[in-house]
Structures are given as structure tokens and as C-alpha cells.
């Protein structure tokens, strides 16, 4: 009903949940939990009767340490599986290699007493790396891709793809080789199930990003992850700079590609692609209690981030939709829900989805949830659920469910190319999308005061301009459209010839 075209399932496979299903201990079924194989199938089924596809998270760089492959593989040398996993007899190889999981583990290496070896993970120590230079592992991946994609399903979101491949005296991250393992497997995708996407999980800087496109043939897409901590840096700040010059340094991607864009996810808001000082600028402003920080992160969602204050979520929205890209919004943050830093790790962002005013938020019959449901004042179930956004026709749902229809029906906003267009306000950005039939100028005012921008453009200054969430039309005929802008307010304007 929201209009959502495409899901994308984090990690159903069966696993014993050390990293929240990104342990993955068999890839060919659904976790108990969960439901069986048939439920996933009728999921399918229903999905596409309602034209919506799904994707879901392909971990390769990694396995549970639970997995049999893993549990074959530590037993002996002459293991037949030894080779699928990275071994070494010492702690001190790869040392140019950092740590992402900061706060928990303090090497890649972990020494594992029945192998009598060290195993490689850039992740948990419970999440040992596949070993991606054994054509062995290229091969059961496709078998693996070939079994869920000839379910129905409609692509991949590959996790972590950056680190599939090491070699010495590199960072180990972003290497050739492993640009030519995703080549070779989107290929075998392009040819055995055409029309399936492959979305990209790295978070790099847009330079490093680039080389996951190819020429058109890796990823379709990639998450565009260094705009999004710059959208809540300018909202603090109430000027844009950043995210202007982060996506003017964002190189041009093949036509045949396209970003995905977002402003939380089911992981911290992560803060690898900022400085250090704006790191510590956006944990003083955003996360004061210590809780609230994860390795370089912050572990908090869209609302409360945003003080629960509506002008702001749907400012930042707005500019989400207006950049190039497709937008991907995170469960529950089309209601406002909450977050509860007392769960740990990310958990805290991961909590039931508040259906209703019912036991566990209307989510599950279980007697206990996984999680507990959000139940404070503020983002509560009894108060933030679906049935009550229903019920209002004020709701951010349904502000978000008319966001969504605009923009499937102003091709501009999703295919246009885009430019930023100068203003002479620092808190106001202006970008104009334009497509084959159409042109629209998105202004946004990230100041909490009102703001008066010109912006010029004088080839639009004799148009007839609708704005599209009010539908007032809007009379300026100068050359430097002049606007007024009340705090954090968005305009879309259409341009009619
Ligand atoms: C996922 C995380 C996960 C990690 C290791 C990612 O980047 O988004 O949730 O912990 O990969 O699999």
C-alpha cells in the first residue's frame, strides 16, 4: 500500500545468529525461525502478485564458523575444505589490514585451537572469510545464486563484496581480483537469469565506489554510502556544502547503473566516510551517550536522530528523493519508530515492526520476541504503529506513500539527470532534475529560520511553475527565481513550458 516496489530481506538463511543472520551456517534454507522453504516460496508468490520484487543478502565473504564447511575445514590440513577458508601459521600476515569491527575484536586473525591455525575474518571472530581464490568457493556461490534465483527470486544485495580477496602488502580491500570475481559472477547471473540485479554493498568513497560498476557489467548498483552522514550534517548545521561537494566528487556511473540511497539501514549510522573531526562532530551532536556509539558509528534511527521533529524527516526525505538514485527506506521509519540503545550491538535499531497496539506491537503471537518491542513514551507501540498511521491521514505514512507516488510519477526525479544549481543562501540547495518531458527544481531549506534564495536560472524565468506537494502555482517570472522558505521547508517545482 505504501507503494514500496522492491523488498530487500537481510540475511533468512539458517545461522546461530551471532551477527544477526550475516553468520550464515547453511545457504540453501530459511532459518527455522522464520518459516520453511514453502513459506519463502508463497512470499514470493504474493510479492509478485502485487508487482514487488525481492532481493536478499548474499554473504560471501564469510560463513558462520558454525557452517559444516567450516567445521570440515579446521579438522585437518588434508581437509578437503582446509582451502576454502584463509589460513596461516602466524598472526602477523596482512598487517595493513584494518579492523572494522572495532570495538569487539582486536586482530583478523583468531587462533583456532583444533585447526593448530590462525583463520582470517575481517568481521566477528565467529564469521571466518572464504577464501575466494579457490575456484571451489566461485562455484558453490553459483550454485547457491542458481537455487534461490530459480525460486524467484529477483537479485542479490552481495555484503561486504570489498573484502573478498587478500594478498599481502595491501590494505585488502578493493582489489583487482575480487573486481574480477564479481565481473565473472554477474555475467553468469546476466546469462542464466537475465533481468536479476546485483546491489553492491561497499562502503568506500565514491572514487573507490566507481570501480564496482565497471563498464556496466558488475554491480547494477551500489549503495551510495558517504551523502547520507553529509544529509545529517547539513541538517545540524543548517547548511549544505557537504553533501554538494561529496556528490560533485561523486564520478559519473555507466548509464545501464544506478545508486541506491538511504538514510538508515539496519547498521549504525556509519561514519567511515567522514574525517575524524567531523566523526567526533556528528558523535557530539548526535550521540552524547556513549551508548549510542558503535565502532564508527552511531546506533540510532531516523526519528529519534531527528528529534521526532516531522519538518526535518521529511526535509531529509525530500532531498533523498531528489538526489540521483533509487531511495531505500528502512522498515518502521515510514511510522517514526524509536530505537532502544539498552539492546545490544545493533540490535537496538532491529526491534519488532509496530503493527498495532497488541502484544510484541502486533508483530508475532510468540509469547517472547527476539527482540522486545519499543514501549516508551515517545516511540512506543501503544502510540507509533501502522494501525494508528492509518488511521490519521496527517501521518508521516501517508506523507511518505504520497513522497513515493510523486516520484514514480515524475520520471525527472528518477531517471533525470540532476545539477546542482548555485543559490546564494548556504542553507538552501537547489537541484534541478530534467528529464526528456520534464524539468523540476527541489529546493530545500536546511535552516531552522526562514531563508529567502535566488537561484538562477534564467532559461526557465518565463515557465508557468506548479509546486508539486501544494500544487500552488508559483508566480515568479524573474530571471533569479526568488523563494521564501520557512524553516526546513522543501519545494518541488515542476517548470511547464
Ligand atoms: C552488514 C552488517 C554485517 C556485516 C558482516 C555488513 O556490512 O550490513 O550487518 O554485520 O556486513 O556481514
Redesign the pocket.
Known sequence: ELGVDCLWL??MYPSPLR??G??ISDYYNIHPDYGTLDDFKKLIAEAKKRDIRIIT?L?M??TSDLHPWFQEARKSKDSPKRDWYVWSDTDDLYTETRI??LDTEPSNWTYDEVAGQYFWH???RT?PDLNWDNPEVIEEFKNIARFWLDLGLDGFRA??VPYLIERDHTSNENLPETHEILKDFRAFMDEEFPGTILLG?A?MWPWDLRPYFADGDEFQMCFHFPVMPRLFMAVKKGEVSDVIDIMERTPDIPANCQWCTFLR???ELTLEMVTEEERQWMWEQYAPEDRMRLNLGIRRRMAPLLDNDRRKLELLNVVLFSLPGSPILYYGDEIGMGDNIWLFD?NGVRTPMQWKNAPNAGFSEAEETYAPAIDDDAFGYARVNVENALADEHSLWYWTKHLIAMRKEHPALSRGSYEFVQTDNPAVLAILRKCENETILALANFSNKAQVARVALPEYAAHEKVELFSQIPHGCKDETHRTLLEPYEYQWLLMRD
Open positions: 537481510s540475511p551477527d544477526d550475516y553468520d543478502d554473504v565473504n564469510h572494522i569491527f575481517r568481521f566477528y564469521q555484503d561486504a554493498e562502503n539501514n539496519h547498521d545493533r
